[in-house]
């Protein structure tokens, strides 16, 4: 199984939903809230796809990357779940190391609050995202959904 930055989000915020997505069960395209989210991505910055570069290296798909800055920009709806925000971006600075891209950076935007927070690569981080990869694929590998947590987050998460 391929691990993606999606994984690495709803690994962080509900394994549940880690799980169905990575079987094939998904339903966002049916999810207001992925679509608003979407739209909030594509309406907030206009100019950004002139300025940036969409760039897809090994599975991963980051839609504004500054190739002079080496610098990642991710649109965000809101930070109700900031650390799989950031868990996701570091997947991408990750990838970005792993093919030969010196001291990436990303920067987290939340255009609806008016906040941005720039994420830095740390120590510890390699071994980190390593043992993340090794657990979704645990996880994703059972043969059956683990069930839902009771946390607020993964009940929404549900909706779609």
Not at 15 to 30: D, P, S, V, Y
Not at 139 to 158: A, F, G, H
Request: charged share 30%; with cysteine.
């Amino acid at each position: 199984m391929t691990i993606n930055a999606t994984l690495i989000n709803l690994y962080h915020v509900c394994k549940r939903q880690t799980w169905l997505h990575a079987n094939g069960i998904r339903m966002e395209h049916t999810s207001d809230i992925v679509a608003e989210g979407k739209l909030i991505g594509e309406t907030s910055y206009q100019d950004r796809s002139a300025k940036y570069t969409e760039l897809e290296i090994d599975g991963v798909k980051i839609d504004f990357y500054d190739p002079k800055t080496r610098t990642i920009h991710e649109v965000k709806k809101s930070d109700k779940v900031e650390t799989a925000h950031i868990a996701q971006v570091k997947y991408y600075l990750y990838i970005l190391r792993k093919n030969g891209i010196e001291d990436p950076q990303a920067i987290l935007e939340y255009p609806r609050l008016r906040q941005r927070e720039s994420v830095f690569w740390e120590e510890g981080d390699d071994e980190k995202i390593q043992d993340w990869i090794s657990e979704i694929q645990s996880l994703t590998s059972q043969d059956s959904c683990p069930p839902l947590e009771r946390k607020p987050i993964c009940k929404k998460m549900q909706l779609f």
